[in-house]
């Protein structure tokens, strides 16, 4: 469990799933994927929690309002670790994003002893684009990610 000053990090489990369905039928939620969490039904989205354990929930209060995790992936045959978060529209532009970004990258430095972590983005994320500068991450260069048009970052310890 990763905890910062306004949220609460950690694994979902099978009684999250009523949640967590709610959450990726959320129009913001789904705004700007490389990946599509959305789930057909409750039962689905307990299987998707079952096989997902790279990813948390992200708690304000006793509300699921987003999603986060350090996620393995590979790029060009390097094994990197993707700092990945997504929130529901109505946690938008309160600071929940940079706080969330921040406690992952501070938890793969410091208790994972990750020496860099990565973050792709869709160009037409700006505001991801802004918590990535805020971190100190850098463009590395642009890649196609699953399909996608994605603009690469790193930041090392």
């Known amino acids: 469990m990763i905890t910062t000053e306004r949220l609460i990090i950690k694994p979902l489990t099978a009684s999250d799933a009523p949640a967590f369905y709610d959450l990726t039928r959320d129009e913001g939620f789904r705004l700007f994927p490389i990946t599509d969490y959305r789930q057909t039904d409750v039962k689905a989205a307990q299987e998707w929690i079952h096989t997902n354990k790279t990813k ?22 390097e094994a990197l670790v993707d700092i990945t978060y997504r929130l529901r529209e109505s946690a938008w532009g309160q600071g929940f994003g940079f706080e969330l970004a921040k406690g992952l990258v501070r938890y793969g430095f410091d208790v994972l002893k990750f020496e860099q972590v990565t973050a792709t983005i869709t160009p037409d994320n700006v505001a991801s684009q802004k918590i990535a500068a805020k971190l100190g991450m850098v463009f590395d260069r642009g890649i196609m990610l699953k399909g996608v048009p994605t603009e690469f970052y790193r930041l090392y310890r």
């Open 56 to 77: 948390w929930g992200v708690w304000h209060t006793s509300q699921l309002i987003g999603l986060g995790g350090l996620t393995p992936w590979e790029c060009d045959g």
